[in-house]
């Protein structure tokens, strides 16, 4: 029985992040077509700013790291390690995506809505995804998972910990 709790939870969490990403995507609202990127691999570190907008990126020998801040006024860093891969992605100003991978694990952080903070942290192998949306604040990582304010979602499958928060709905396992 308790599978079938999980698997209820799961997919509407999918179904969150689907509908938050894809609505912060087509909407564009808010996001200014200023753009700050990063990306490096294999032992290779890059930082830019560029008005209000900042990135950064940094990769360990066999990593990965990609940093998008596309709002134009909010932040995007990104660390891996041991064959890591990170990616964080601010789409709204006065947001900051945060990703952090070693070992083999993929961190994946977004911000979709204003005032908005994620953070992911993957390792040995895992995978983390954090979606922080309108005020909303989603960590995955070695403690589990963490949801509160606005709009947030975040899942980390080392642990396998998941919540999705939104105004009274507030689902974690």
């Not at 895992?126 to 309108?134: E, I």
């Not at 909303?136 to 910990?161: L, V």
Request: proline share 2%; net charge positive; charged share 15%.
């Amino acid at each position: 029985m308790r599978i079938k709790k999980f698997a209820v939870r799961g997919l509407v969490l999918a179904a969150g992040l689907a509908g938050c990403v894809g609505f912060a995507g087509l909407s564009g609202e808010g996001v200014s077509s200023a753009s700050t990127h990063c990306s490096v691999s294999n032992g290779h570190q890059v930082e830019r700013v560029e008005g209000r907008s900042g990135c950064g990126a940094k990769a360990g020998l066999g990593s990965r790291a990609t940093a998008d801040e596309r709002s134009g006024g909010g932040t995007a860093i990104s660390v891996s390690d041991n064959g890591g891969n990170a990616a964080a992605y601010n789409l709204q100003p006065g947001s900051t995506a945060l990703a952090g991978a070693n070992s083999r694990g993929n961190a994946y952080s977004v911000t979709t809505g204003p005032s908005a903070l994620s953070v992911a942290q993957a390792r040995r192998g895992g995978t983390t995804v954090a979606v922080g949306g309108w005020g909303g604040e989603a960590y995955a990582g070695p403690e589990g998972a963490r949801c509160s304010g606005g709009f947030a979602a975040a899942f980390d499958t080392n642990t396998g910990k998941a919540c999705l928060h939104s105004g009274s709905i507030d689902l974690r396992n």
